[in-house]
Structure formats: C-alpha cells, structure tokens
C-alpha cells in the first residue's frame, strides 16, 4: 500500500513516503501537519527534556498520526534496544490495527515498560499495537498522571503504582 504526506509548497500534489530518504522522513514528522496532537512532552516518562517526535513502532517511513508520538531521547533509546532484544527490526513488523488504545494508566505503564525492555508482561509487538491504538488526548492526559506521580515521589524510576 503507498503511503502519501502531505506536501505544504503543492497541497493537490501529496509526496509518496517510499520515495522520501529516511532523512526527509524524520524533518517530515518534525513537520507542522504531522507533529503530535498533544503537548511536548514524553509520552512514555513524562520528562520535558530533550523531547522529538518518536515512531511508534520504529518505521521512520510510518506517517500515520497514530504512529507518532512525542518521546524524550532516553526513552527512545531504551525502546531502540528492547525493540532488538525482541527481534523487531525495521519493516519486518505489521500493525495489528485491531488492537485497543490503553484503558486507564496501569495499562498504558505496562505498554510503556515492555516497549522500554523493563517489563515482559506483554509482548514489545503487542505494547506497540496498544500504544498506537490509544489516542492522542489519552496519551497526553497518561504522560502527565506519570511525571506529576515521578514529581510527587521525586524519583526518576517509572512506579506501577
Ligand atoms: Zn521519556
């Protein structure tokens, strides 16, 4: 299936993704029609820090909304090695679309951890699929019940609860 982004310099003319370098691909999700619907900061630990539009489920040519998400860059390198751990390289993995979003915090962490290598109560495939099926005002709403709980206990571990 071709994948197009929009184009902002010609709107009735929309880029296919396959024939953008992973370059374009990542200042494209930096771009303004594609930045995550929700306030910058990381979604999987709530820190405010060096914080840029993360891939989901590591395909920089996956545009799609649901794919991106703000995430800070120790987060993605944690996921970046729980992803190799698990096998996921790029382009081997299908997004199960039939996947549900997150229902309430404790699930979203457990996405979260297993995404990050520090849990294996689910699997780094299925956490993904859980992660890209919450939406964006969910997400948004879960990284900041994670950094006011990381603020209250002033630590920077990620506390199930
Ligand atoms: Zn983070």
């Not at 691909?25 to 630990?45: D, H, T, V, W």
């Not at 800070?72 to 970046?80: A, E, M, P, V």
């Not at 299908?94 to 109560?121: H, R």
Request: some cysteine; aromatic content about 6%.
């Amino acid at each position: 299936m071709k994948q197009y982004i929009p184009n902002p310099s010609n709107p009735q003319r929309p880029r296919p993704v396959h024939l953008l370098t992973d370059r374009a691909l990542r200042y494209r999700a930096n771009s303004p029609e594609l930045r995550p619907a929700m306030p910058k900061i990381c979604a999987y630990c709530g820190g405010h820090r060096n914080v840029e539009v993360e891939h989901i489920d590591g395909h920089e040519e996956h545009l799609a909304p649901d794919n991106l998400i703000w995430a800070c860059r120790s987060c993605n390198t944690k996921k970046g090695l729980a992803f190799r751990n698990a096998g996921l390289g790029r382009r081997t993995r299908q997004y199960n679309p039939a996947a549900s979003g997150a229902q309430n915090l404790a699930q979203w962490l457990q996405a979260v951890m297993a995404v990050k290598g520090e849990s294996e109560q689910m699997s780094v495939a299925d956490a993904v699929a859980m992660i890209r099926a919450t939406p964006a005002a969910d997400r948004s709403r879960f990284a900041y019940q994670i950094w006011a709980r990381r603020r209250a206990r002033r630590t920077d571990k990620l506390v199930p609860f």
